[in-house]
């Protein structure tokens, strides 16, 4: 059998425009419009301003935590988090994660130590972060990958059994719970990101939450150069302020986030109903009792089932203007200036190493219709019923993972 529909074999793809992963949400435009002309007639665009005050109470409110302070971006917001925690020496982090996680200890000259992660849910593994635990570790980062909430029972028990802190990088988790709690509420703090990427943005943002006051008056002086009064510093600090505009988007946002998230569920109901009883293909499951924000669709490829490698898939798809994307590959270890260090470090982390062969994250959100995904569902079925054909045009010809 041929591909005979596949741009692979056509050379005309379906998607005219490029179809990515990671499209903005705006929400309402005429409300983000009305709050970014209240900003350019007040003249005050940044240094906390009204909007970013009314961002922060929304967010406390949203998260039921007493402190949910908004930064910048998720890396200064880790980078602040990190040395407000004091964190020195080594801190066990996965792997498999975006590189913002490493590189926020690393701009520190603390050194990361790469822990593996479990299988089924992606995230941190608790038993092995217990054997990379050494007398220079002081602290924990555990991620929530795809807004799936880490084993934090585990991992509070480990960080409380050798004295050292836990924290999370929950940058894909707003809007996620673990037992009925928000995310944000656990840890010595969380730390989002509202990043455009995100199902909910800021342009740029990030927020740092935490119930612990003593820490959120540390952050506070931090993100503003360790100011505490006019002309007064008792604080080494940075910029990590948020400015006014960001906080418009970010407000607006919260406006329309059931809509945003109902959207984000018809769409990996579909995704799962299409393609999750294909083998081989095996789509990332959420806890339903819990809140997920659903905004990522993440399918593991297993090659021997399928006959074609991830790689292979994403090579079909970019043919056709969807850009999937391979998160988090190669993973953070096998990237500069860690696979420098740890160069054997991937002998440690089978199950990071396998997922980053496999994972396959498809566009989602409000800018992609039912229709577009079934035409790339469609895509998808078609290369799987014919993997070998599909494999020697592949080989045959010039598409390649490189970008364009
Ligand atoms: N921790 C974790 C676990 C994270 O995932 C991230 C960020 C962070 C920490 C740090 O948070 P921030 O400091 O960024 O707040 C993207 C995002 O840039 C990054 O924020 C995100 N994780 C990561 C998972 O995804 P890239 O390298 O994939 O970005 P890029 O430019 O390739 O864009 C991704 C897709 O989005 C493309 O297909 C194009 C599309 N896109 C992008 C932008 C910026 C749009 O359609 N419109 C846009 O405005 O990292």
């Not at 409110?61 to 407000?84: F, S």
């Not at 998160?327 to 002998?347: D, I, K, W």
Request: charged share 20%; net charge negative.
């Amino acid at each position: 059998m041929r591909p005979a529909h596949l741009a692979i074999s056509t050379g005309r793809p379906h998607f005219p425009e490029p179809l990515h992963v990671g499209r903005p949400n705006i929400g309402s435009e005429e409300r983000l419009l009305q709050r970014i002309q209240q900003v350019l007639d007040r003249r005050w665009f940044t240094n906390l301003g009204p909007l970013v005050q009314e961002f922060e109470d929304k967010l406390k409110q949203t998260l039921g935590v007493r402190h949910c302070i908004p930064i910048c971006n998720a890396t200064i917001a880790l980078e602040i988090a990190i040395r407000a925690a004091e964190l020195k020496g080594e801190v066990i982090v996965p792997s498999f994660t975006f590189i913002a996680t490493a590189h926020a200890l690393q701009w520190q000259e603390i050194t990361p130590v790469f822990c593996d992660v479990q299988p089924g849910t992606h995230n941190l593994d608790p038993a092995q972060g217990a054997r990379l635990i050494t007398p220079r570790t002081s602290g924990i980062i555990g991620v929530h990958v795809w807004g799936k909430p880490c084993d934090h029972a585990a991992l509070q028990q480990l960080a409380d059994r050798h004295g050292i802190t836990l924290m999370y990088d929950a940058a894909h988790a707003f809007g996620c719970s673990l037992h009925g709690t928000p995310l944000g509420n656990f840890g010595l703090c969380e730390v989002f990101s509202f990043h455009a990427t995100k199902f909910f943005n800021s342009f740029e943002g990030g927020a740092i939450a935490t119930n612990n006051d003593e820490l959120a008056r540390k952050i506070r002086l931090m993100k503003n150069f360790g100011f505490s009064g006019v002309d007064q510093v008792t604080f080494l600090g940075t910029n990590g302020k948020m400015t006014e505009i960001a906080a418009a988007m970010g407000l607006t946002g919260l406006e329309s986030l059931a809509d945003t998230v109902a959207v984000n569920v018809r769409n990996y109901t579909q995704y799962r109903a299409e393609l999750a009883q294909h083998p081989g293909l095996e789509m990332i499951q959420f806890d339903e009792a819990e809140d997920n924000n659903y905004q990522y669709i993440v399918f593991e490829v297993e090659e021997e089932l399928t006959g074609i490698s991830r790689d292979e898939l994403v090579q079909i798809l970019k043919a056709e203007n969807v850009l999937a994307r391979r998160y988090f590959y190669p993973g953070c270890h096998r990237m500069e200036p860690y696979c420098s260090y740890f160069p054997h470090a991937g002998l440690l982390l089978p199950h990071t190493e396998r997922l980053c062969s496999r994972v396959l994250v498809l566009p989602t959100g409000t800018t992609v219709a039912p229709e577009d995904i079934q035409a790339i569902c469609q895509i998808i079925k078609t290369a799987l019923a014919c993997p070998e054909a599909c494999r020697a045009i592949l080989q045959a010809s010039a598409y390649s993972l490189a970008e364009p």
